[in-house]
């Protein structure tokens, strides 16, 4: 299991028990995806020499700032595998994550972009075996020093990208594929109509185009932030994270806290074309300081106390920006995209701060079940104690039923798994929790249902599959 990778004691001995069965948990079933919803991916973390450094993980970020590293960095902070990819996805697509948004950097020619380490993420998803698990697309990064600079490299870069958008797991947005541009000034009609032609030449209906920018172009139809990142040549200043929130979605934490700025999403989309859809982009967090580019920004910490209560980077804090954006895209259907697209800056920018992958600092993953609780909405008309969705209840379930009780019983309150709460609540009793487990025992062997009723029998045979392992009491906010 690739969530797997750095767990509690008590929790790592259970699945260890379900390998020894042959038994894998895979996934809950009965939860629909109330966004879809994509991460930025930025591939830093690769050198190539065997066991050098990661490229990008400079002496201040690593020893200064090292619970940023990933969960699979092994001391050098590299992700640079086909088998990491995998490990990535599979986190991803468990938690809601429907796509990556891969930036992609222009050397000057083919070859020298192919086998440039930076575009390595792309060419391990392109490899990994689970890649039918999400979509991709790719973000032209058209800005120093890898600019595309004259309508004969445009060309080259389309030809180059006209394979991954051809691809089934290539994003689709209105049925046809997106590239996103990082910097939307630099493609003009010329590189646009090109980009047509040979979609057209290869099938495709139309390439669509998302800029990165407020105020874009004509050509693109649709606007979307990279990041957003308010304190340019501020200096080294803290800033409380939900300052940033309510910088980019406009919604304050409290009365008499105001921005000059409505919020990023509303004044970007506020100037669009009204044939234009807007993506909002949700802002993991900000702290370039590890890479000391300036002049510098605030920047976020994970504690910064206001009357209280902690206004920092928490995975608490980063739901409630997320869960903003899917009520922005309620309130505001004509100017969003029909997909319900939501961009989160993004999945591994270590360096900048802006991150939602385990690390070091969040092994089990918090951000992740921050953006399960909000996206993943449970199905209440899903059979309950049907884990696998097969249509019964049997042994298959049984590694899915205590996957998720030990998950239910380990994670923050904050964080709970809804889809468990729905398809494990086999009770009837409103909660998920070892009740539950007498009664999933006994309707094993028989259809699915809700109407179990636990027996004295059962509650034994509970303590048994359990093997004397205690499970935590629920936590309780």
């Known amino acids: 299991m690739t969530r797997d990778l750095n767990l509690k004691p008590s929790r790592?001995?259970?699945?260890?028990?379900?390998?020894?069965?042959?038994?894998?948990?895979?996934?809950?079933?009965?939860?629909?995806?109330?966004?879809?919803?994509?991460?930025?991916?930025?591939?830093?973390?690769?050198?190539?020499?065997?066991e050098a450094i990661a490229a990008f993980a400079n002496a201040e970020l690593r020893n200064d700032f090292p619970e940023r590293e990933p969960i699979w960095g092994g001391g050098l902070w590299r992700g640079d595998t086909v088998e990491v990819m995998e490990q990535q996805i599979d986190l991803a697509a468990d938690h809601g994550v429907a796509f990556f948004s891969f930036d992609w950097y222009w050397y000057g020619s083919p070859?020298?972009?192919?086998?440039?380490?930076?575009?390595?993420?792309?060419?391990?998803?392109?490899?990994?075996?689970?890649?039918?698990?999400?979509k991709f697309n790719i973000n032209i990064v058209d800005a120093a020093p890898t600019t595309?600079?004259?309508?004969?490299?445009?060309?080259?870069?389309a030809d180059m990208l006209l394979p991954y958008m051809q691809d089934s797991q290539y994003l689709r947005v209105g049925g046809n594929p997106m590239i996103t541009n990082f910097a939307a000034a630099g493609m003009t009609n010329t590189n646009y109509d090109y980009f047509q032609q040979i979609a057209t030449a290869a099938g495709i209906n139309e390439v669509v185009f998302a800029a990165n920018v407020a105020g874009s172009a004509e050509e693109y139809t649709h606007v979307t932030r990279y990041n957003a990142v308010p304190g340019w040549g501020a200096g080294e200043t803290a800033m409380p994270y939900k300052n940033l929130t309510y910088y980019t979605d406009g919604i304050r934490p409290r009365p008499g806290e105001t921005w000059a700025d409505p919020g990023i999403w509303n004044s970007d989309s506020d100037g669009m074309d009204p044939a234009q859809s807007y993506i909002?982009?949700?802002?993991?967090?900000?702290?370039?300081?590890?890479?000391?580019?300036?002049?510098?920004?605030?920047?976020?910490?994970?504690?910064?106390?206001?009357?209280?209560?902690?206004?920092?980077?928490?995975?608490?804090?980063?739901?409630?920006?997320?869960?903003a954006a899917i009520d922005w895209i309620d309130d505001n259907p004509t100017l969003a995209t029909p997909e319900r697209l939501v961009m989160i800056y993004a999945w591994n920018e270590f360096g900048e701060g802006g991150?939602?992958?385990p690390t070091v600092g969040d092994p089990d993953g918090l951000y992740l079940d921050a953006i399960k609780s909000v996206v993943l909405v449970p199905d209440p008309s899903f059979p309950s104690g049907d884990m696998d969705g097969n249509g019964s209840v049997n042994?298959?379930?049984?590694?899915?039923?205590?996957?998720?009780?030990?998950?239910?019983?380990?994670?923050d309150a904050a964080f709970p798994l809804l889809d468990a709460d729905v398809i494990g609540d086999i009770d009837d009793s409103g909660t998920f929790d070892l009740g539950d487990l007498a009664a999933f025992i006994a309707l094993l062997g028989g259809p699915a249902s809700a109407e179990a009723v636990p027996e004295p029998a059962a509650l034994s045979l509970a303590g048994v599959l359990l093997l004397g392992i205690p499970v935590p009491p629920r936590r309780r906010g």
């Open 148 to 157: 595309i600079d004259s309508d004969a490299e445009w060309e080259q870069v």
């Open 111 to 134: 070859a020298a972009t192919e086998n440039d380490g930076i575009n390595s993420g792309l060419k391990n998803f392109m490899l990994a075996s689970n890649r039918d698990r999400m």
């Open 355 to 357: 991150y939602i992958a």
């Open 12 to 50: 790592r001995s259970i699945m260890g028990i379900l390998a020894l069965l042959g038994l894998f948990p895979q996934p809950l079933v009965g939860a629909t995806p109330t966004a879809t919803v994509g991460a930025y991916y930025f591939e830093g973390w690769y050198h190539d020499t065997p």
């Open 395 to 411: 042994t298959a379930d049984i590694p899915l039923f205590i996957q998720a009780l030990v998950d239910r019983a380990t994670y």
């Open 280 to 323: 909002p982009t949700v802002m993991a967090g900000w702290d370039a300081r590890p890479w000391g580019t300036p002049p510098s920004w605030y920047f976020n910490n994970p504690t910064y106390m206001v009357d209280g209560e902690n206004w920092g980077r928490t995975p608490e804090t980063f739901a409630a920006h997320l869960q």
